[in-house]
């Protein structure tokens, strides 16, 4: 299933029948990737004296109550509202889903007692390219990604710095594959978000950015077409399912 998509001047193909799922899936389970201090997520049958809506426990279907937070517990995409007096919705504010993107991989750089993506790392990674999205795996890559329990491990992050070069660069949507691309403890600056949608000029409403995501180490650099699949919820910030499809030509 080929599609041949017009960007720009370009003419490019990508095969439909091959999609790469760079997303994190949510288990009611204590091996589910966590962070900010929460409780795992649960999935539980609903239950109404005895009854119990499982048919395992005889009742005719499955009817499951879903408790879990987007920002920890799991793959999600954000938008300016995470930071804003506002509350901003994710649902209204991202209105397209196809983004051309590019798949880079850092290692995080040591800066005192922590690590981090510097701009020079950006730089070098992207040059003269321009995309719409960027998706950094960081390494080391591995899929204890998936089971990673993040609080109080001081994970590596974005500079400011670096953060506001891929702004200058037209970058719209930011994946990453940790829980922020701020500092854990920062005493609530958030550099990072705050040069990311310009919160001391004109807000990016329509600029995302995706935590927790997965990029197999089967996954090359390069150039591919994202589809940034989102739940329709009103608030802030909604679970999501980012897909690339290889440029094939």
Known sequence: MIATIQYNSRKLQIDFSKPLDISIPLISSDKNVNAWYVDAPKIEPVKDGEWTAAVSKGADINFNNIQFNPHAHGTHTECVGHITEKVHSINQNLKTFFFLAEVITVAPENDGE????SKKQLQFALGNKKRDAIVLRTIPNTREK????YSNTNWPYLKADAVKFLVNKGIKHLLIDLPSID?????GELLGHREFWNTKGELRLDATITEFI?????????EYFLNLQIAPFENDATPSKPILYKVIN
């Open 114 to 117: 922590d690590k981090i993506i």
């Open 183 to 187: 500092k854990e403890k920062d005493s």
């Open 214 to 222: 997965y990029v197999s180490n089967k996954i090359e650099d390069g």
């Open 146 to 149: 998936h089971s990673r329990q």
